[in-house]
């Protein structure tokens, strides 16, 4: 278990991720002996019960937690302290309220201490990507939850990661809105070619975007089963949602999901 | 041309009476809450987006409008108390010495006023001193405590534990220490004014969210960059709040110094017409007093409508209250 995960061209390695969060009383084991190996390029997405650890998870590779044991290594570096390759879209939005829209995309690049003309033109280009264009200097709260989620998404991409970690993205949405930008994280990715780890609520989501599903058992959460996806490269939300491979690989999952709940 | 404009102003008054009310059924800050209300948020944005995505400013004729409005209503409570002032004063319900009539008090004000103005300068000079002192020492020590978890634990306490001790009653010591010059004045308007900067500065840099400050991690910043750009504009808001209770507390502060011994000052006055019996006086030195707190609570106002005009306090169109 203690094998360095740093197999070649891996974008991620996880190896034997333990979190145990001790208390005056007791001992919570958050996360148990998770392994995990990503390719670059690769759309993972995690769906698990609420508090099985994904988001621990998500916050290890980003070297905002350290694991109790166990190794992470970005990049076939290992992960020492908050890292700096990534992009991070939480759950809310997490905009800085005083910041006009295109303000908050750029304060990556001033945080970052990037080129100011090269990052206003990045930014330019990704608002109209997602489809921003008119509202640059619109604050927070004129924006709806989608588009400030937009330009959270915005601000992640900002500096071109390699590596996107997302933690239920689109949880606080309405699912028209949802949907909508599942199919716009999705052609995103295709364009970017970037490295996505993406933690969903939704066995919809999590079989939609990703390259592979990783299901996760409630606390301690560990990993059940990893599920390949078997669906074009190139999605369309409604083609999709009518493929009966579709509708299989989401069967499963829920069966999966339902069992582990009921065992517990 | 004026039709037009008035009809402009109108469109735009239904515009921010419903951002008002989309402001206060998602609360300030509330993100989630916002994120709920996703269909009326994105259909009112979208209306807008032919002039861009952002709302107007108010014209200043809808300002002025908004202005009068909320000034109208506490016009009306002070011309009922002035009216029923002269109305006790004047029949002389109550001794003259006891309470002079409003046209006494203007009277005594028009022929000391130089003498008046030259005591109020001085008082004024002490509690904006003592205020900006105590500004500048509170903010530090909030920033040391925010920060430092040692600090917190060495610190808070005490500055807790300082506050029960009646500020009023060092005045003396004071004097004593530093005579009977302007420095116990300014120290005892900031000993007074330093307390709410303090408290509303460690709430404000402590209510930063802590997603923002690992999402800061992962960009790289160092702790001065995140202060900077996310922990210190978003303690504005409490900070300005802390600002406003604290500059009202300087003019207690100063008023008191010079109660105990001065040679100047609007504090020194009203001693001196309470000796004599000089009620006129007594109640222009009142007046004046006032004064210099409501303008420097006034100008606290403007400071932070013009720092924080994103903040949900000054979002309903309200100008020049507390809101």
Redesign the interface.
């Known amino acids: 278990m203690t094998a360095a995960p740093a197999a070649t061209g891996t974008a991620i390695g996880m190896s034997g991720l333990t979190v145990r969060f001790t208390t005056r009383r007791s001992q919570t084991t958050a996360l148990d002996d998770v392994s995990l190996d990503i390719e670059p390029g690769e759309f993972v997405t995690i769906v698990g019960p609420s508090g099985c650890g994904k988001s621990t998870l998500l916050k290890i590779v980003a070297g905002l937690v350290k694991p109790t044991s166990g190794d992470v290594s970005l990049l076939q570096r290992p992960v020492r302290g908050p890292q700096k390759e990534i992009g991070f879209v939480f759950q809310k939005a997490a905009l800085l309220e005083w910041r006009g829209a295109r303000a908050n995309i750029l304060l990556q690049a001033e945080m970052r201490g990037m080129d100011r003309a090269q990052a206003a033109r990045r930014a330019d280009e990704l608002i109209e990507m997602t489809g921003l264009t008119g509202f640059e200097k619109a604050l927070p709260h004129e924006l709806s939850g989608g588009m400030q989620q937009r330009v959270a998404l915005c601000r992640a991409l900002l500096h071109s990661p390699p590596v996107l970690l997302m933690d239920e993205p689109f949880g606080a949405l309405d699912a028209l809105t949802r949907e909508q930008m599942n199919a716009e994280l999705h052609r995103i990715w295709r364009e970017t070619g970037t490295t996505v780890v993406l933690v969903t609520h939704s066995i919809a989501e999590a079989v939609f975007l990703g390259t592979r599903v990783v299901v996760m058992s409630p606390r301690p959460g560990r990993i059940i089963r990893t599920f390949p996806v078997e669906l074009p490269a190139h999605r369309d939300y409604a083609q999709v949602m009518s493929d009966p491979r579709f509708d299989r690989l989401a069967t499963d999952l829920r069966g999966l999901l339902g069992s582990a709940a009921a065992n517990h | 041309m004026t039709e037009n404009s008035l009809d402009t102003a109108g469109r735009q008054a239904a515009a921010d009476q419903a951002g008002g009310a989309r ?1 206060a059924a ?1 609360g300030p ?1 509330s ?2 809450a ?6 009326t ?2 259909s009112t ?1 979208v209306k807008r ?1 032919p002039g ?4 107007p400013r108010p014209t200043l004729g809808r300002r002025a409008v908004t202005f009068a409005d909320s000034l109208w209503r506490p016009a009306l409570v002070l011309a009922v108390f002035f009216a029923a002032w002269w109305f006790v004063a004047a029949r002389e319900y109550v001794p003259n010495y006891l309470v002079p009539t409003p046209g006494q008090v203007w009277e005594t004000m028009t022929t000391q006023w130089s003498e008046l103005a030259r005591h109020t300068v001085v008082t004024l000079y002490e509690t904006v001193l003592g205020f900006v002192l105590a500004a500048a020492l509170g903010l530090v020590t909030a920033v040391a405590i925010a920060y430092s978890r040692t600090l917190d634990k060495a610190l808070y306490p005490i500055v807790l534990f300082a506050q029960v001790i009646p500020k009023i009653a060092i005045a003396p010591l004071l004097v004593v220490w530093f005579g009977l010059g302007l420095t116990p004045k300014i120290i005892l308007a900031v000993l007074i004014a330093f307390f709410p900067v303090v408290i509303s500065g460690v709430a404000g840099l402590r209510s930063t ?1 802590p ?2 400050l ?8 160092g702790p001065w ?2 202060f900077r ?2 922990r210190f ?2 303690a504005l808001p409490h900070l300005m709040a802390g600002l406003k209770v604290a500059v009202t507390l300087a003019v207690v502060g100063a008023v008191v110094g010079e109660f105990v011994g001065a040679s100047e000052g609007l504090g020194y006055v009203l001693l001196l017409a309470n000796g004599n019996l000089d009620s006129a006086l007594l109640f222009a030195d009142l007046i004046l007093m006032s004064a210099i707190g409501i303008v420097l609570f006034v100008l606290v106002e403007i400071a932070e409508a013009l720092l ?1 005009p ?3 306090s000054r ?1 309903a169109g309200v100008s020049l209250t507390t809101s």
């Open positions: 402001a998602a800050g993100v989630d916002a994120g709920g209300l996703d269909g948020v994105s944005v987006q861009g995505g952002r709302p969210d997603e923002l690992d999402l800061a991690a992962t960009m790289g910043a960059r995140t750009k996310i504009p978003n924080i994103w903040h949900a979002r």
